[in-house]
């Protein structure tokens, strides 16, 4: 169907034959990080063509000149639609994307541990069914510990990962397919031909050249810091800059800063504060065009050659291009004999300039959230150094439940000092409240917990809503340590329960004070060790009972005064006084044994009774 003008397109659609459809006209939009969009009016002998037989089905639009083929457009048709019917040809409309579109029908919710992004980017790919990409990466990039895809399409978080980390991508064509490709700087490039400038119009029979040219410059951000915190390094600042060094037509003083900078160690920080300056001054230096190549794309570039002003006789790379084509001989006898033409519109900046996206939004969550402690097989506690916890998310449909299910989790404790505070550790299985700083998905802290069905409070509620309790539980065993008030009127009490030990240590005084009763039971022994001096005032009576022996050691004296009587009565035994030169002794016959060096009775009367 080629024309005077040497150019024809055509056009290929899944397993339909070759002949099936002519393109009408044709508006190919294209651009760096952009899944691309091919707006196809087609004709067709056929009145009834099948839908089924078409959508979601590949797609090649195919530009020819003389023969030659300048340009191939591969993608999946993802609309289709019927039009008028005329005398002998049907018209339909057909909009094709790339595969990398469907990522875009795909919302999930995910966590993502220790995986560089081109692998978190790769599995997204493959999972969609993409396996035709590349990366083209001058740049290393660090692991992400943690990266969540949340509410978000799988389309959407691969750009704002893509765009996180710098990289950017664009589609290559080879026949019957495509590839998508992420890079992260200009020197991945595709370099392309020399286009010569030329104002006149005329046909591809001139060659292939840029008719049309503008270039602009734009007062822009010349600084970037960003700022960020890491709790393993509290006291370090974690502040990174960078200043542009093409500043030589305007201020250097515009400095955009941000916090957080989403980065915890140094090379990432100095890396995003790079990303983020090439992506603000994206349009700080600019160039747009028109033109009649249609090889021109997305991911490579040209040489712009015999612009009358010299300095733009230099590379540059094709940051965004709609094509746009008309045939109207598909229409035959509708066509008015016109001929076949086509053009482009393009917008470019230096070949030398990496080009990055802005960051996309990023989802936030909108509240805290629910979540189940967990971790490994036959554990009840699990925890790192810092107290930080496992998380499974009820949204997480791929964690199991185990130490794999998210990334360590910080714990808000009521008090947190250097080597003092309080600390409980969530324990597994239990049910925690998270928040997350500044809104951000990828930073989870706990803040709270709570009882559910299951995990039930320590006493039946409301029966026992005066009490409050804090019960532990013995780690792998039964039983537990407890400290409970119940305020319940006229019943006041506190409580305290130790499951074995309980150890007491006061470096100064104590004082008790009982108003009533005190009484205490030793199921076994009990040691007392006073360092000097003990008083004990009974006002009342004291009663002591001992079922076995009784040995009071004195290593100096001992004084005992008592202003009534003292009985000494032992109903079975002998009582017995002892020195080291003699003593007393009263038997239980009665008998009275004095034994002595010395015996001296002294009286003003003695009465000895034979």
């Excluded at 196809?40 to 020819?64: H, K, M, R, T, Y």
């Excluded at 090379?267 to 190549?293: C, V």
């Amino acid at each position: 169907m080629a024309n005077s003008t040497g150019l024809q397109f055509t056009v290929k659609v899944g397993a339909l034959p070759a002949s099936t459809f002519a393109v009408v006209d044709f508006q190919l939009s294209e651009a760096l990080n952009q899944s691309f969009s091919l707006s196809l009016n087609l004709a067709s002998a056929l009145p009834d063509v099948d839908f089924g037989a078409v959508l979601d089905q590949p797609c090649e639009l195919l530009i020819w000149f003389e023969g030659e083929l300048k340009r191939r457009v591969s993608g999946i048709i993802s609309g289709f639609a019927q039009g008028d019917t005329g005398f002998r040809r049907t018209r339909y409309q057909a909009e094709v994307r790339p595969a990398l579109w469907r990522l875009g029908l795909r919302t999930n919710a995910r966590i993502f541990q220790a995986q560089k992004p081109e692998a978190i980017i790769g599995t997204l790919l493959e999972e969609a069914g993409i396996t035709d990409y590349a990366f083209s990466l001058r740049h290393d990039h660090a692991p992400r510990e943690y990266c969540v895809q949340y509410r978000e399409s799988d389309l959407a978080f691969v750009t704002r990962l893509a765009a996180e980390e710098g990289l950017y991508f664009f589609h290559e064509f080879e026949e019957g397919k495509h590839r998508v490709v992420f890079a992260d700087d200009a020197g991945a490039l595709a370099k392309g031909p020399e286009l010569f400038f030329n104002l006149a119009t005329q046909g591809l029979s001139e060659g292939e050249y840029v008719h049309r040219f503008r270039y602009a410059e734009r007062v822009s951000i010349a600084e970037v810091a960003l700022k960020d915190y890491s709790f393993k390094t509290p006291a370090y600042g974690l502040l990174h800059k960078k200043m542009s060094s093409e500043l030589a037509h305007q201020r250097e003083n515009y400095q955009h800063f941000d916090y957080p900078g989403r980065f915890k160690k140094d090379p990432s920080g100095k890396a995003f504060s790079r990303y983020r300056l090439d992506a603000l001054r994206a349009e700080a230096m600019t160039g747009a065009g028109d033109s009649n190549a249609a090889m021109l794309m997305p991911g490579n570039s040209f040489m712009l050659t015999e612009h009358p002003n010299l300095p733009l006789n230099t590379g540059w790379q094709v940051v965004a291009i709609t094509h746009s084509g008309q045939q109207p001989q598909a229409l035959e006898e509708e066509s008015g004999g016109e001929p076949t033409t086509y053009s482009n519109s393009f917008e470019v900046i230096s070949a030398k300039t990496t080009w990055r996206a802005d960051l996309p939004y990023k989802p936030m969550v909108d509240g805290p959230q629910i979540a189940t402690v967990v971790g490994p097989a036959g554990e009840e506690i699990y925890c790192d150094e810092y107290g930080r916890i496992k998380l499974q998310f009820p949204w997480d449909r791929y964690g199991a439940s185990d130490d794999q299910s998210s990334c360590w989790v910080r714990v808000s404790q009521g008090w947190a000092g250097g080597q003092y505070g309080l600390i409980a550790i969530p324990r597994i299985g239990h049910e925690v409240i998270v928040s997350f700083l500044e809104g951000d998905p990828d930073q989870p802290i706990v803040t709270g917990r709570t009882f559910h069905a299951t995990n039930r409070p320590p006493y039946e509620l409301p029966t026992h809503k005066t009490r409050t309790v804090l019960r532990s539980r013995t780690h792998k065993g039964k039983g537990s340590n407890e400290l409970r008030f119940e305020d319940q009127s006229g019943q006041e009490e506190v409580f305290i329960h130790a499951q074995k030990d309980m150890n007491t240590v006061v470096l100064n005084n104590r004082s008790t004070k009982v108003n009533i009763d005190h009484s205490e039971n030793v199921g076994r022994h009990q040691t007392i060790m006073v360092g000097e001096n003990q008083g004990t005032e009974i006002r009342g009576t004291q009663r002591i009972t001992v079922e076995k022996g009784r040995k009071t050691e004195i290593t100096t004296t001992e004084e005992l005064t008592v202003t009534g009587d003292i009985t000494v009565l032992s109903a079975s035994g002998t009582i017995k006084l002892s020195t080291a030169g003699g003593y007393i002794s009263i038997d239980n016959a009665g008998d009275i044994n004095i034994v002595g060096n010395h015996l001296m009775l002294n009286g003003v009367r003695i009465d000895l009774n034979q």
